[in-house]
Protein backbone atom coordinates (compact mmCIF):
# COMPACT_ATOMS: atom_id res chain seq x y z
CA UNK A 1 0.00 0.00 0.00
CA UNK A 2 1.26 3.86 -1.39
CA UNK A 3 2.79 5.66 1.66
CA UNK A 4 3.43 9.35 1.57
CA UNK A 5 6.38 11.51 4.33
CA UNK A 6 4.63 13.12 7.02
CA UNK A 7 2.33 11.97 9.28
CA UNK A 8 -0.05 8.65 8.19
CA UNK A 9 -3.33 8.50 7.91
CA UNK A 10 -4.64 5.13 9.13
CA UNK A 11 -6.42 3.78 5.65
CA UNK A 12 -10.51 2.46 5.86
CA UNK A 13 -9.40 0.07 3.45
CA UNK A 14 -6.33 -1.79 5.98
CA UNK A 15 -8.68 -4.93 7.07
CA UNK A 16 -9.91 -5.47 3.78
CA UNK A 17 -6.39 -4.77 1.35
CA UNK A 18 -5.21 -8.00 0.54
CA UNK A 19 -2.04 -7.76 -1.61
CA UNK A 20 -1.42 -10.29 -4.74
CA UNK A 21 -4.03 -12.01 -7.06
CA UNK A 22 -7.39 -12.60 -7.00
CA UNK A 23 -9.95 -14.18 -9.18
CA UNK A 24 -9.50 -16.15 -12.24
CA UNK A 25 -6.46 -14.88 -12.59
CA UNK A 26 -5.00 -18.22 -14.20
CA UNK A 27 -4.93 -16.80 -17.87
CA UNK A 28 -3.15 -13.45 -16.27
CA UNK A 29 -4.83 -10.86 -14.33
CA UNK A 30 -6.78 -7.98 -16.38
CA UNK A 31 -6.65 -5.19 -13.97
CA UNK A 32 -5.04 -3.96 -11.36
CA UNK A 33 -6.61 -2.27 -7.87
CA UNK A 34 -4.23 -0.04 -5.31
CA UNK A 35 -5.59 2.83 -2.85
CA UNK A 36 -3.62 6.16 -3.70
CA UNK A 37 -2.30 8.07 -0.50
CA UNK A 38 -1.85 11.73 -2.31
CA UNK A 39 -0.50 14.27 0.69
CA UNK A 40 -3.16 16.83 -1.00
CA UNK A 41 -6.95 16.06 -1.89
CA UNK A 42 -8.50 19.97 -2.21
CA UNK A 43 -11.67 21.40 -3.40
CA UNK A 44 -11.65 24.87 -4.74
CA UNK A 45 -15.22 26.20 -4.93
CA UNK A 46 -15.38 29.44 -7.04
CA UNK A 47 -18.25 32.24 -6.58
CA UNK A 48 -20.15 32.95 -10.01
CA UNK A 49 -18.43 35.35 -12.40
CA UNK A 50 -14.74 34.10 -10.49
CA UNK A 51 -13.98 30.69 -12.41
CA UNK A 52 -11.61 31.66 -14.63
CA UNK A 53 -9.40 33.41 -11.80
CA UNK A 54 -10.14 30.36 -9.58
CA UNK A 55 -8.67 28.31 -12.33
CA UNK A 56 -5.55 30.73 -12.78
CA UNK A 57 -5.00 30.85 -9.27
CA UNK A 58 -4.69 27.01 -9.20
CA UNK A 59 -2.53 27.18 -12.68
CA UNK A 60 -0.38 29.48 -10.30
CA UNK A 61 0.59 27.37 -7.49
CA UNK A 62 0.45 23.44 -8.88
CA UNK A 63 1.09 24.75 -13.10
CA UNK A 64 -1.66 23.09 -13.62
CA UNK A 65 -4.01 24.74 -16.92
CA UNK A 66 -7.43 23.86 -15.99
CA UNK A 67 -9.93 23.65 -19.23
CA UNK A 68 -12.97 25.12 -18.69
CA UNK A 69 -15.78 23.71 -17.98
CA UNK A 70 -17.43 20.90 -15.81
CA UNK A 71 -15.47 17.02 -16.35
CA UNK A 72 -12.51 18.91 -17.95
CA UNK A 73 -9.67 17.90 -16.27
CA UNK A 74 -5.21 18.00 -16.30
CA UNK A 75 -3.16 15.30 -15.31
CA UNK A 76 0.69 15.62 -14.80
CA UNK A 77 3.06 13.01 -13.13
CA UNK A 78 2.53 13.59 -9.76
CA UNK A 79 -0.98 16.07 -9.37
CA UNK A 80 -4.44 15.68 -11.06
CA UNK A 81 -7.44 18.22 -11.35
CA UNK A 82 -11.04 18.54 -13.04
CA UNK A 83 -13.97 20.39 -12.86
CA UNK A 84 -16.26 18.46 -10.61
CA UNK A 85 -18.85 21.01 -10.91
CA UNK A 86 -19.81 24.99 -12.51
CA UNK A 87 -17.60 26.57 -10.41
CA UNK A 88 -15.85 23.43 -8.83
CA UNK A 89 -12.60 21.86 -9.02
CA UNK A 90 -10.94 19.02 -7.14
CA UNK A 91 -7.36 18.93 -7.01
CA UNK A 92 -4.81 16.24 -5.77
CA UNK A 93 -1.06 16.94 -5.44
CA UNK A 94 1.16 14.44 -4.07
CA UNK A 95 2.76 16.71 -1.35
CA UNK A 96 1.20 18.02 1.66
CA UNK A 97 0.72 22.14 2.02
CA UNK A 98 -1.37 22.64 -0.81
CA UNK A 99 -4.51 23.88 0.96
CA UNK A 100 -2.23 26.58 2.70
CA UNK A 101 -0.78 27.38 -0.70
CA UNK A 102 -4.85 27.67 -2.55
CA UNK A 103 -5.78 29.91 0.53
CA UNK A 104 -3.23 32.28 -0.17
CA UNK A 105 -3.77 32.51 -3.72
CA UNK A 106 -7.93 32.64 -3.73
CA UNK A 107 -8.83 35.38 -1.31
CA UNK A 108 -12.77 34.88 0.34
CA UNK A 109 -13.66 36.96 -2.12
CA UNK A 110 -13.08 34.68 -5.05
CA UNK A 111 -13.84 31.63 -3.37
CA UNK A 112 -13.38 28.82 -1.05
CA UNK A 113 -10.69 25.88 -0.59
CA UNK A 114 -11.76 23.05 1.42
CA UNK A 115 -9.02 20.25 2.60
CA UNK A 116 -10.44 17.00 1.44
CA UNK A 117 -7.45 14.72 2.59
CA UNK A 118 -8.89 13.60 5.72
CA UNK A 119 -11.97 12.60 4.32
CA UNK A 120 -12.13 10.76 1.14
CA UNK A 121 -9.90 7.69 -0.03
CA UNK A 122 -8.65 7.24 -3.64
CA UNK A 123 -9.11 4.03 -5.00
CA UNK A 124 -7.33 3.46 -8.57
CA UNK A 125 -8.11 0.64 -10.96
CA UNK A 126 -5.94 -0.03 -14.29
CA UNK A 127 -5.71 -2.52 -16.92
CA UNK A 128 -7.20 -3.78 -19.95
CA UNK A 129 -10.41 -4.57 -18.45
CA UNK A 130 -10.81 -1.35 -16.07
CA UNK A 131 -13.47 -0.10 -18.10
CA UNK A 132 -15.49 -2.95 -18.37
CA UNK A 133 -15.33 -3.42 -14.43
CA UNK A 134 -15.70 0.39 -14.39
CA UNK A 135 -19.02 -0.10 -16.46
CA UNK A 136 -21.14 -2.72 -13.89
CA UNK A 137 -21.27 0.31 -11.68
CA UNK A 138 -21.70 3.74 -13.77
CA UNK A 139 -23.99 4.44 -16.04
CA UNK A 140 -21.04 6.11 -18.00
CA UNK A 141 -19.60 5.72 -21.71
CA UNK A 142 -15.78 4.74 -20.51
CA UNK A 143 -14.69 4.33 -23.59
CA UNK A 144 -11.38 6.47 -24.35
CA UNK A 145 -13.44 9.29 -27.27
CA UNK A 146 -16.10 9.79 -24.84
CA UNK A 147 -13.84 9.60 -21.58
CA UNK A 148 -10.62 11.34 -22.38
CA UNK A 149 -6.95 11.41 -20.68
CA UNK A 150 -7.50 14.23 -17.68
CA UNK A 151 -11.18 13.54 -18.05
CA UNK A 152 -13.17 13.71 -14.25
CA UNK A 153 -16.98 12.60 -13.77
CA UNK A 154 -19.06 12.72 -10.57
CA UNK A 155 -21.52 10.20 -10.31
CA UNK A 156 -22.80 7.65 -7.79
CA UNK A 157 -23.31 3.70 -7.44
CA UNK A 158 -25.97 3.36 -5.66
CA UNK A 159 -25.51 5.69 -2.29
CA UNK A 160 -22.04 6.05 -2.90
CA UNK A 161 -21.20 9.56 -4.58
CA UNK A 162 -17.92 8.87 -6.60
CA UNK A 163 -15.55 11.06 -8.33
CA UNK A 164 -13.76 9.40 -11.51
CA UNK A 165 -10.99 10.93 -13.41
CA UNK A 166 -8.90 9.10 -16.48
CA UNK A 167 -5.48 9.57 -14.91
CA UNK A 168 -4.16 7.12 -18.33
CA UNK A 169 -5.23 4.94 -21.17
CA UNK A 170 -6.39 2.44 -19.15
CA UNK A 171 -6.22 4.17 -15.16
CA UNK A 172 -8.86 5.42 -13.79
CA UNK A 173 -8.66 7.15 -9.92
CA UNK A 174 -11.91 7.01 -7.91
CA UNK A 175 -12.10 9.17 -5.12
CA UNK A 176 -15.43 8.08 -2.76
CA UNK A 177 -16.47 9.15 0.49
CA UNK A 178 -13.87 7.43 3.58
CA UNK A 179 -16.74 6.02 4.99
CA UNK A 180 -17.92 4.31 2.12
CA UNK A 181 -14.89 3.33 0.84
CA UNK A 182 -14.32 -0.20 1.97
CA UNK A 183 -17.65 -1.21 0.98
CA UNK A 184 -16.98 0.24 -2.12
CA UNK A 185 -13.67 -1.85 -2.40
CA UNK A 186 -15.04 -5.10 -1.73
CA UNK A 187 -17.41 -4.33 -4.05
CA UNK A 188 -15.24 -3.25 -6.79
CA UNK A 189 -13.02 -6.05 -5.79
CA UNK A 190 -16.02 -8.95 -6.42
CA UNK A 191 -16.60 -7.03 -9.65
CA UNK A 192 -13.09 -7.18 -10.97
CA UNK A 193 -13.08 -11.55 -9.85
CA UNK A 194 -14.13 -12.50 -13.11
CA UNK A 195 -11.39 -11.14 -14.68
CA UNK A 196 -8.48 -11.67 -12.44
CA UNK A 197 -7.16 -8.87 -10.42
CA UNK A 198 -3.91 -7.86 -8.18
CA UNK A 199 -4.02 -6.05 -5.33
CA UNK A 200 -0.71 -3.76 -5.48
Known sequence: MASRIGVERLSPLEPVYRSGSHGRFEDGVEVALSEIRPGSIVQVTAWPGEEQNAAAAIRAVTGLNMPDGPGGGVVASDQ????????????????????????????PAMGAVTDLSHGRTIIRIEGPKAEWVLAKFFAIDFALPAFPLGAGRSTSHHDIFAQIQRTGADRFDICVFRSFARSFWKALCHASAEVGYEVQ
Open 80 to 107: HAFGIAPGKFIVTVESEGLVAALVNAIP
